[in-house]
């Protein structure tokens, strides 16, 4: 398999994985904040655990160096979080409370489209990053933490726009055309390895910039529901999701899965 076939295959298994969420947020007339809130807690610990163990640490080892990786990371958290501030939440969907919101997320436009599509793409463009690193578990990983948050991510989008007026049909349609975007990310990733050099110091800054986006989608995820809800609940999803990726890790590394790209 090619490595662009590699790259589209992972990018189908991540939109498909939102996809999933879709649907199960058109059968469920309304899903319980209770099931939400569990299921972005867990994705949150999982993207998490992928960031700090996995993706900073292999930034940072790349020629860009530490300081250029570090710098990398904070330009991501600056950006996501402007974003965020002045335009629109680059990931509604990440706390399970925006479903609840009757302002703001129930008169869909353009803002949140491109807001959403923004993240999709940084998604693709993790996929295509991990398939430059030096150890193919760092890909395998990602593609784990991305497809995790991608299910809530698809269900909550779907019930945001469901409260907005939109059938069944067409809300399934808009986050599947949204999603298409991890596609366009993962692209623009390959794209840009391939006109640069081996020893660039793209794949640094490239990992630096998701990984500071990663931080900022988590942080939203779990300071807003914490501040709004229980949390120890919230603490115990998040610790299993960051268990659950720390567990693969070990079993891959164990039988020798991924170690060498």
């Known amino acids: 398999m090619t490595e662009i076939e590699l790259v589209l295959l992972r990018a189908i298994i991540a939109v498909s994985a939102a996809v999933l969420g879709g649907v199960i947020g058109t059968l469920w007339k309304s899903p319980s904040h209770k099931v939400l809130c569990a299921l972005v807690s867990f994705a949150a ?16 080892r790349q020629p ?126 390959l794209a840009v390895f391939r006109v640069t050099a081996a020893d660039s110091p793209w794949l640094g800054v490239h990992l630096g910039l998701v990984a500071g986006s990663f931080l900022y989608i988590v ?11 229980e949390r120890r609940s919230i603490a115990a999803y998040v610790a299993i999701g960051f268990l659950t990726i720390a567990a693969a890790a070990f079993i891959m590394r164990s039988l020798g899965i991924g170690e060498v790209h």
């Open 45 to 60: 610990g999982a993207l998490l655990a992928v960031t700090l163990v996995e993706i900073i640490p292999e930034s940072i």
């Open 64 to 189: 860009t160096g530490p300081v250029r990786g570090l710098f990398a990371i904070a330009v991501g958290l600056l950006v996501f979080y402007l974003i965020g501030k002045y335009v629109y939440y680059v990931c509604p969907a990440c706390a399970a409370s925006a479903t609840e919101e009757k302002t703001g997320y129930v008169n869909l436009g353009i803002l949140l489209m491109i807001a959403l599509g923004l993240h999709s793409t940084v998604d693709g463009l993790a996929i295509a990053a991990g398939a430059h690193t030096h150890h193919e578990l760092t890909a395998y990983l990602i593609l784990l933490a991305v497809s995790y948050h991608k299910i809530p991510e698809g269900l909550a989008l779907v019930s945001v726009c469901r409260m907005a007026g939109y059938s069944r049909l067409k809300a399934l349609i808009v986050t599947v055309l949204v999603e298409l975007t991890t596609g366009l990310g993962a692209f623009i990733g």
């Open 219 to 229: 942080g939203f995820a779990i300071i807003r529901e914490m501040m709004e809800h």
